[in-house]
C-alpha cells in the first residue's frame, strides 16, 4: 500500500512559479514510478509529468516541457514538482500518482495510488 499527499498549491499571477510537494508512505518509494496528472473543471485528467525513481529518468508532456522540471529527494520519499512560466491554461487540480511497476505510462488508468489533489490557480 502507498499512502501520497500532496501540497503547495495555491493562487498565482501568470508568469509566476510555485512548487508542489508529495510525501509518499508505505511501500518502497524507490522502486516505483510516480507521476504528476491534472484536472480542470469539466476537463478529464491529464498527464503532466512521469519519472522512474529508481533511474529517475522523466517524461514531459508537451504541454509543460521546458516550463516544469520533476525531482526527488529519497530521504525524504518526497516528489516534487517545479512549476514556472505559469499561465492560466495551467489552472487545476493537481493530483500525485504512483504505480508498482517501474515504467512509463501516461494513462491514469494505470496508476494504483492517488494523492487527494491541491488545486493550482493562476490569474492572468
Known amino acids: 500500500q502507498v499512502q501520497l499527499v500532496e501540497s503547495g498549491g495555491g493562487l498565482v499571477q501568470a508568469g509566476g512559479s510555485l512548487r508542489l510537494s508529495c510525501a509518499a508512505s508505505?511501500?518502497?518509494?524507490?522502486?516505483?514510478?510516480m507521476a504528476w496528472f491534472r484536472q480542470a473543471p469539466g476537463k478529464e485528467r491529464e498527464f503532466v509529468a512521469v519519472?522512474?525513481?529508481?533511474?529517475?529518468?522523466?517524461l514531459y508532456a508537451n504541454s509543460v516541457k521546458g516550463r516544469f522540471t520533476v525531482s526527488r529527494d529519497n530521504a525524504l520519499n518526497t516528489l516534487y514538482l517545479q512549476m514556472n512560466s505559469l499561465k492560466p491554461e495551467d489552472t487545476a487540480v493537481y493530483y500525485c500518482?504512483?504505480?508498482?511497476?517501474?515504467?512509463?505510462?501516461?494513462?491514469?488508468?494505470?496508476?494504483?495510488?492517488w494523492g487527494q489533489g491541491t488545486q493550482v490557480t493562476v490569474s492572468s
Open positions: 519519472q522512474i525513481m529508481s533511474g529517475g529518468d522523466t
Open positions: 508505505g511501500r518502497t518509494f524507490s522502486s516505483s514510478t
Open positions: 500518482a504512483a504505480r508498482l511497476i517501474a515504467a512509463f505510462n501516461s494513462r491514469p488508468e494505470k496508476y494504483d495510488y
